[in-house]
């Protein structure tokens, strides 16, 4: 085999192992995480969580990426930010980074993955072959509420991909990928 399809195919084997662990992860908060709260809360520094009974979308991933992957969102992001400051959104009216709350926003987190490279353009045909499981897709709840979403590896009978998240009732697996206007697509190396 020549080196490129090589290195192509080590890529995407290192993804899939990399994809199940957080898919995993994120499946084990099903009936952990039972309710919707996005209340501020002092968090621990690093590896502060809001118990895990409760929390936002945001946090579902949160929690994924720190127990499949062993990677910190809230010390990622906060030492982006904190370097970075004028790269994110100024949505909150905040003059300096919050690491008990800055990782735990959408539009951050969106921020965070471009600036990495994990960004993966969008298709308009939501073409379900384009998400691998693992993979985080952002979208628009109407009328305006961002949200953010798991890619499983479990799908429906045509063959969409559903999502692990907490768009309210506590951590679930769900058949709605395509159910909001995507925003973000991303895949974690």
Known sequence: MKPFVILLL???SLHAQSGEKIVTSARKQ???TISYDSSYTSLAYPD???PSERGVCTDVLIRALR???S???????HEDMTGNFSAYPKNWGLAHPDSNIDHRRVPNLQTWF???GY???LTPENDPAKFLPGDIVTCTVPPN???IMIVSDRKNDVGVPFVIHNIGRGTREEDMLFRFPQTGHYRVK
């Open 67 to 69: 127990e499949g992957l």
């Open 71 to 77: 990677r910190d969102l809230q010390k990622l992001l």
């Open 114 to 116: 471009k600036r990495q």
């Open 119 to 121: 960004q993966i353009p």
């Open 10 to 12: 080590t890529v995407i």
């Open 145 to 147: 509420l961002p949200h």
């Open 30 to 32: 099903i009936g952990v």
């Open 48 to 50: 502060g969580d809001v």
